[in-house]
């Protein structure tokens, strides 16, 4: 339950993020709806994501050898 809440949440960010202009996309607003870039924990999960996701890419690319 609490990865769907955290699905949910995330879900809600982009929706807000999205909904706003280019020019609008600054520490400030990221801060607004959550997220503090003066800390390194979002920096840290978004490098961990890209990781998981890199080690999918690569049990693909290597299953198809």
Excluded at 27 to 43: Q, T, W
């Amino acid at each position: 339950m609490q990865r769907h809440q955290a699905t949910a949440k995330a879900l809600k960010v982009v929706d807000e993020l999205l909904g706003r202009s280019d020019h609008d996309r600054t520490y400030r607003m990221l801060n607004e709806v959550g997220i503090d870039l003066s800390s390194r924990s979002p920096i840290k999960r978004l490098i961990d994501r890209l990781d998981r996701q890199l080690d999918k890419l690569e049990l693909l690319l290597n299953s198809k050898e």
